[in-house]
């Protein structure tokens, strides 16, 4: 039986993730530059006791030796200013590390950590994954083009207004579609098509005023949020889909076919969008 090498711990706090032992740092899933030395290792104190106040000595005693002869205030400071570069943190407005005047530091975020067992046969189950990953029919961020970050998110923010057009046109249209349901079905059916056609409407005015207004203030786990709702928003956009047979009466079949396939696309393009975006404002960081 093959022997398992020692368990890594990985860390979870906000967007990142930490692998302990190589020092691995991802942010929504994507690759950040490695962290090592001093900011690794201020970092990975912090998470031992998160919430709790980690003094400048405690530091010095476990990351300087008594015999090492530096300037030691100064070797902190760029230390923990590089880690807050690594998590895109700010000393003002911290995320994840709050300074508190000379006195140490504290690690804010949630912590969660999970083992990952680590075998010989590791790369062949990496294997496994990556032609795993290309099959899938949802994009992989690594298969996709970088585009600047301010562009992906612009690219968003126009889709979400489109689809709070859509919905609100819907809503202050409602006689015209209660007509059209009557003409076509029995008086209960249409009664239930107009309340789910207005209740969905209703809950993606919410949704894509929420997205909205990540985009344009940027939110920092914007791209993390989509993925996590992305079934949810799914189900919405592809039933919505279907709304261009409400003018079918008006337009005719071939457009009402057009634009459904277009819709159909759309909850795929927006994840893919994020994802190009997160992928451009790594590749920026890494340069």
């Not at 079905?185 to 107009?194: E, P």
């Not at 919405?236 to 071939?254: M, N, Q, V």
Request: no cysteine.
């Amino acid at each position: 039986m093959e022997e398992v090498q020692k368990a890594a711990r990985v860390v979870r706090f906000g967007v990142f993730e930490l692998d302990r032992q190589s020092g691995d740092l991802r942010k929504d899933g994507m690759a950040r530059p490695r962290l090592q030395g001093q900011p690794l290792d201020v970092l990975l104190q912090l998470l031992e006791r998160p919430g709790d106040i980690v003094t400048r000595e405690e530091l010095r005693e476990k990351l300087w030796p008594a015999d090492t002869f530096v300037d030691f205030d100064h070797s902190l400071n760029a230390a923990v200013n590089k880690l807050r570069d690594a998590l895109d943190d700010s000393a003002s407005n911290p995320r994840f590390v709050q300074t508190l005047a000379r006195r140490g530091y504290r690690f804010i975020a949630p912590v969660e950590t999970r083992e990952i067992a680590q075998s010989p046969a590791a790369s062949a189950t990496v294997d496994r994954e990556e032609a795993s990953r290309r099959a899938r029919l949802l994009s992989d961020a690594r298969d996709l083009p970088k585009v600047p970050q301010g562009t992906a998110r612009l690219l968003f923010s126009l889709i979400q207004l489109l689809y709070l057009g859509i919905y609100i046109a819907a809503l202050a249209t409602l006689h015209i579609e209660d007509a059209f349901l009557s003409e076509r079905t029995n008086y209960d059916y249409a009664a239930l098509l107009l309340t789910v056609l207005i209740a969905t409407a209703a809950t993606g005015v919410a949704v894509r005023l929420y997205l909205l207004a990540a985009a344009i203030f940027g939110f920092g786990g914007l791209t993390r949020q989509v993925l996590r709702l992305f079934p949810a928003i799914f189900a919405l956009d592809e039933l919505w889909a279907l709304s261009p047979f409400l003018l079918l009466d008006r337009i005719g079949i071939g457009l009402v076919m057009a634009m459904m396939a277009a819709l159909l696309f759309l909850p795929f393009s927006q994840r893919s969008i994020l994802l190009m975006g997160d992928s451009g404002s790594n590749s920026a960081s890494n340069s």
